[in-house]
């Protein structure tokens, strides 16, 4: 062989195993609302159907009870729950197979206010895992960072003691978010940004008075508005553009809700944040920057109420659960209402899509297959999965499924069709 075809040889056979290498690296469910924060996920073009030969359980797990969604490593699946209301555990399994290989736990459960106490007591927040590090969150007002391989403690922050903030009655709620070198949370009366590796305070923003009206019920997420990428916080109050480097507060607004029950994550599409509160309104609220001035302006306002879900967005309509119960679709940028659903569902359903499909939990065990469609709701099939509740925000890796029953966590595993998709945004 002439020496330039050898070399072509080897350089293509090296592509083609990078390639293959590429392929069959699992696709994973790092934090809450999966790899990019947003509720969508990449991949092979899920099936139409969820029937038994479409979608089959794998294996099942029983725990104690749990709101916080499942987190889904290349062959770990990690889970929290609640034991006898006074104590936290976070359990690791086998992706394969659902076999426990590590299990640590710690003294810190809490008791929320009688009005939120319906659905239990239980740990809410959704862990994080960046690479070998799983970081948990336990109601007391705690952050513990654990070596993902063996559960063993790194390092433990008790915003609480540190900060001689009171402990949150709603318990620490906000999933944590890590980016970087840093790792970040809405938590002792705040937000807080910390380094990684050692816990490290690096700055705190947003104070608050703590207490019944502290703490947070939405999680941070990262958007670029105006040209600079920045953290967007929803509190009780009020949404908030933070600088990551030094915690700046760009800019505010007042976001009113019953009881501050302001819960979703806010999404963000061009220049444009979207929430929807219980007792409040949903809002389009626009941002921008001229002249060395943050402005944020409300662009449009719809009567509909969201609760606790994070709509999805599709080709730039935002597919929202709503406090009615109903589903509604609405365009990000205008608030022009497209459709609302006749059908009523759960009080609560976590939704991912890929390209133009939504695969939508609902609270009362039951999973909707849809197609994002600016007609009508279009659901292409439902089953129910459990008898138990589904509060836990479904995880989607790959061809499987993870759902964190109030009492168990159960992987189901499907075929997806081989078309791949692309982004929607």
């Not at 922050?157 to 318990?171: I, N, S, T, W, Y």
């Not at 507060?249 to 007042?254: A, F, R």
């Not at 609270?363 to 600016?374: H, P, Y």
Request: aromatic share 10%.
């Amino acid at each position: 062989m002439h020496p330039l075809q050898l070399h072509v040889a080897i350089l293509l056979g090296a592509t083609l195993l990078l390639a293959g290498s590429a392929r069959t690296e699992p696709a994973t469910w790092p934090q809450w609302r999966g790899p990019t924060r947003d509720g969508q996920v990449m991949g092979a073009l899920w099936p139409g159907k969820l029937d038994t030969n479409h979608l089959h359980r794998a294996w099942s797990v029983e725990l104690g009870p749990s709101y916080s969604g499942p987190i889904v490593g290349p062959d770990l699946v990690f889970t929290t729950e609640t034991r006898d209301k006074k104590v936290e555990v976070v359990t690791a399994f086998a992706r394969k197979t659902g076999k426990r290989l590590w299990r640590t736990q710690w003294e810190g459960a809490l008791s929320v206010p009688f009005f939120a106490r319906s659905n239990g007591d239980w740990v809410r927040s959704t862990p994080a895992l960046d690479a070998d590090r799983l970081y948990v969150a336990g109601m007391r007002d705690v952050l513990i960072c654990l070596d993902a391989r063996d559960g063993n403690l790194i390092w433990r922050k008790d915003f609480v003691r540190e900060l001689g903030e009171p402990v949150p009655d709603f318990g620490f709620v906000c999933s944590p978010l890590v980016d970087g070198d840093s790792v970040y949370v809405q938590a002792g009366a705040s937000f807080i940004r910390l380094d990684k590796t050692s816990g490290r305070i690096v700055w705190r923003a947003l104070e608050d008075q703590g207490g019944m009206w502290g703490g947070v019920f939405s999680s941070p997420t990262f958007a670029t508005l105006a040209g600079k990428r920045q953290l967007v916080v929803q509190t009780r109050l009020k949404l908030a553009g933070i600088d990551p480097a030094d915690g700046r507060v760009l800019w505010e607004q007042p976001v009113p809700a019953f009881r501050g029950m302001n819960i979703l994550t806010p999404v963000a599409l061009h220049d444009t944040l979207f929430t929807s509160t219980y007792g409040g309104k949903t809002i389009g609220f626009k941002v921008a920057h001229a002249d060395g001035t943050w402005t944020v302006t409300e662009s449009w306002r719809h009567k509909a109420q969201g609760y606790m879900s994070t709509p999805v967005v599709i080709d730039g309509v935002a597919y929202n659960h709503l406090r009615s119960q109903r589903v509604m679709a609405i365009e990000v940028e205008t608030g022009r209402e497209v459709w609302t659903s006749d059908e009523s569902f759960g009080k609560y359903w976590s939704l991912v899509a890929s390209g133009e499909r939504i695969l939508a939990l609902d609270q009362r065990g039951v999973l909707f297959l849809i197609r994002a469609n600016r007609e009508k709701l279009d659901v292409l099939d439902r089953r129910k999965l459990t008898d138990a509740e589904t509060w836990a925000h479904l995880a989607v890796a790959g061809d499987q499924l993870f759902v964190r029953e109030l009492n168990a966590l159960t992987a189901w595993q499907w075929r997806p069709e081989m078309a791949s998709v692309k982004s929607p945004l």
